[in-house]
């Protein structure tokens, strides 16, 4: 039996997996299988060189019962940004739909039951499969879409958590591969996402790779914050276009907040009312406290146990808008029938 309510983020085994291999310049059939391994050779260019990217999307049970998707046709259009960058091939949007779409139906018993909080995460994964020693592209390509009923990303879920600032590394250059999904990122951020959990923080925060001035992003999410009656998030050449902070922007144009996406140096967070990371894993994470350690200073938000009420509105609407509670007017939901 699973305990719905009390999942971590974690990766539980569920039915099956989608596959599709590109072999010879085109993508093969559909595969469903119930292995959770790969069979692949030593020398394939996803080990060595990185040649990698994935997504990370949810689907969702509402009251009715029905399953629900968010706004998949953007994780599509991601992954092939993604794809490109490191020479990967394009994945047509309805082989991506297909792959999607028999998953969650294989899987529909994981995804957990309206009212537990939890979600069904979705993650597609893209790799180089052919043997390289000098550094040229894969011909051969495998597409992997596998699932996991997941809880909340930061423990406690909704509640506010602390950030560090890292200066000392960066997880991609000003125009590196920041902007998309690919696992070198987070390969470069892990030590410091280890030494940030060990310090007692929830999350490092990057600043930009070029002037160590503004604001980027955290390991696993985007940075936005509330500035009187402004939504800010940063504008950078390093950071993951986030979908979620994209659909939070709408919301907060929808309830009359003005959005603002600019540098953010990081001196401004003194004048900001809330700050929150946010993402797919993330959800919205409200930030009580950044911490500076080079400026030995500590910018803090509400009352450090509350999330602020902006926050509080845009996470009630995105999260009602997600599980059906909310009629949803952008198109952003899509039904799993
Ligand atoms: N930034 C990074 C580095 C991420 O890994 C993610 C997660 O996907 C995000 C931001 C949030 O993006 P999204 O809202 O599309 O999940
Ligand atoms: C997501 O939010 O989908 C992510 O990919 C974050 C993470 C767990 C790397």
Aim: aromatic share 10%; net charge neutral; hydrophobic share 35%.
């Amino acid at each position: 039996m699973i305990d719905w309510a009390n999942l971590p983020f974690g990766y539980l085994k569920t039915k099956s997996n989608t596959r599709c291999l590109y072999s010879e310049g085109k993508w093969g059939k559909m595969e469903v299988t119930e292995s959770e391994n790969i069979n692949m050779h030593m020398a394939a260019t996803c080990l060595h060189y990185g040649q990698e990217c994935f997504e990370g999307l949810k689907a969702y049970r509402g009251k009715d019962g029905k399953i629900r998707v968010f706004r998949w046709e953007e994780n599509s259009k991601r992954l092939n940004r993604s794809a490109a960058r490191v020479g990967m091939p394009e994945v047509p949007a309805e082989l991506f739909k297909e792959m999607l779409f028999t998953l969650v139906k294989e899987n529909a018993d994981f995804v957990p039951p309206y009212g537990t909080g939890a979600s069904l995460y979705i993650r597609p994964l893209m790799i180089g499969m052919s043997p390289r020693l000098g550094i040229s592209a894969s011909t051969e390509v495998l597409l992997i879409l596998f699932c996991s009923p997941v809880g909340p990303y930061y423990k406690g879920g909704f509640k506010p958590i602390k950030v560090i600032v890292e200066r000392g590394s960066d997880r991609a250059a000003p125009l590196g591969t920041g902007t998309v999904k690919v696992g070198g990122n987070y390969a470069a951020a892990l030590n410091m996402s280890i030494k940030s959990h060990e310090m007692g923080y929830g999350a490092a925060l990057y600043l930009d790779p070029k002037e160590k001035k503004y604001i980027d992003e955290c390991g696993p999410a985007n940075f936005f914050a509330i500035k009187g009656d402004k939504y800010i998030t940063p504008k950078s050449t390093s950071i993951l276009p986030s979908i979620t902070n994209m659909s939070l922007q709408a919301l907060a144009e929808k309830k009359g907040l003005t959005v603002e996406k600019r540098q953010i140096p990081l001196t401004e967070l003194a004048e900001c009312d809330e700050a929150a990371e946010c993402g797919t894993a993330a959800v919205i994470s409200p930030i009580s406290a950044v911490y500076d350690p080079d400026e030995n200073k500590t910018y803090t938000f509400g009352d450090q146990v509350h999330p602020g009420k902006n926050c509080v509105e845009l996470y009630e609407t995105l999260v009602g808008i997600q599980y059906g509670d909310i009629a949803d007017p952008f198109g952003w939901i899509s039904f799993v029938e």
